[in-house]
């Protein structure tokens, strides 16, 4: 069965951090790439970053370079997104992704192309 399992979020006040995990079984971790996406309340879910587990290869939207940092650690089947200077509009609940993709090249934050889910974790950035 394929898990994806969000964990990490919580209440934090502007400008603190937070490191999100997604911990994946049941696929072969490698043949994938995992993506962060984010949905805050009222607003359509948009693609934050991801990395192929494959070559480690990453990719950010625009607007999240610089704060948003992805990173793998293929032993634990394990991505996390290292979020710094938190912002209030920075509140969503935070997925996490996993796309079929075995040495395609450099993933991306397309939502339409990934297979399994997450449930989420909350982030919630008090002003």
């Known amino acids: 069965e394929v898990q994806l399992v969000e964990s990490g979020g919580g209440l934090v006040q502007a400008g603190g951090s937070l490191r999100l995990s997604c911990a994946a079984s049941?696929?072969?971790?490698?043949?994938?790439?995992i993506g962060w996406f984010r949905q805050a309340p009222g607003k359509e879910r948009e693609g934050v970053s991801c990395?192929?587990?494959?070559?480690?290869?990453?990719y950010y939207e625009d607007s999240m370079k610089g704060r948003f940092t992805i990173s793998s650690d293929n032993a634990k089947n394990t991505v996390y997104l290292q979020i710094n200077s938190l912002k209030p509009e920075d509140t969503a609940v935070y997925y996490c992704?996993?796309?079929?993709?075995?040495?395609?090249?450099?993933?991306?934050?397309?939502?339409?192309?990934?297979?399994?889910w997450g449930q989420g974790t909350q982030v919630t950035v008090s002003s």
């Open positions: 992704a996993a796309e079929y993709r075995p040495g395609w090249g450099t993933c991306g934050t397309s939502d339409i192309v990934y297979d399994y």
């Open positions: 049941g696929f072969t971790f490698d043949d994938y790439a």
């Open positions: 990395i192929s587990s494959n070559d480690g290869s990453t």
